[in-house]
């Protein structure tokens, strides 16, 4: 089973300035067929999980374009560009290269 | 607008049975793999199952192998998933995902408490 791993646990952020979420996978994500199969999630608050990058730094449709994903391998990374007050909520990796399918444990980012 | 939609999820006791479904709608449901993913209370997010887009292939987390399964109806647009000899650590929320290499778009989910 591949593990992730996500740090830090959480994230208190002032409003305007940047955030980092790293995740590290136990192998390398990266297929034959020339993706990487890592995927970040935000939960906020009292809602259902919802997709922010595919395939590490891709945004998925309607995600602002202050989030960008990066990382290759078994590292990545999520960066907030500027954090705004929408922004809180649990931000999980996940990995869909071989199951079972795995998530990184979560980090919560909270509004300073 | 991609909508999914959970229901079937309840009370149940140690060792009892539930069958959740999934209504799709949005999307040709027929050529999406589908997966359900749960979380239980006050925890993370944790993949159960998955299920290829013509149901030929289908995939289990090892604590649920062999008590759950996982089905498609396509002429229905609707996902399964039975799941029988319940255990109080299955209780949680159970999510359908709409899957495009990972899980896309989510269903407001559907809670299962497994306590007698």
């Known amino acids: 089973e591949i593990v992730m791993t996500q740090t830090p646990l959480s994230l208190s952020v002032t409003p305007g300035q940047p955030a980092s979420i790293s995740c590290e996978s136990t192998?390398?994500?990266?297929?034959?067929?020339?993706?990487?199969?890592l995927y970040w999630y935000v939960q906020k608050p009292g809602q259902s999980p919802q997709l922010l990058m595919y395939?590490?730094?891709n945004r998925f449709s309607g995600v602002p374009d202050r989030f960008s994903g990066s990382g290759s391998g078994t590292y990545f990374t999520l960066k907030i560009s500027r954090v705004e007050a929408e922004d809180v909520g649990v931000y999980y990796c996940m990995q869909t290269l071989q199951p079972p399918h795995t998530f990184g444990g979560g980090t919560k980012v909270e509004i300073k | 607008e991609v909508q999914l939609l959970e229901s079937g999820g309840g009370l149940e006791q140690p060792g009892g049975s539930l069958r959740l479904s999934c209504a799709a709608s949005g999307f040709t449901f027929s050529s999406y793999a589908m997966s359900w993913v749960r979380q239980a209370p006050g925890k993370g997010l944790e993949w159960v199952s998955s299920?290829?887009?013509?149901?030929?292939?289908?995939y289990y987390r090892e604590s649920v192998k062999g008590r759950f399964t996982i089905s498609r109806d396509n002429s229905k647009q609707t996902l399964y998933l039975q799941m029988s000899s319940l255990r109080a650590e299955d209780t949680a929320v159970y999510y359908c995902?709409?899957?495009?290499?990972?899980?896309?778009?989510w269903g407001q989910g559907t809670l299962v408490t497994v306590s007698s």
């Open positions: 299920i290829s887009d013509v149901g030929d292939g289908t």
């Open positions: 995902a709409k899957v495009s290499g990972g899980p896309e778009y």
């Open positions: 395939e590490v730094s």
């Open positions: 192998q390398s994500l990266l297929y034959s067929d020339g993706k990487t199969y």
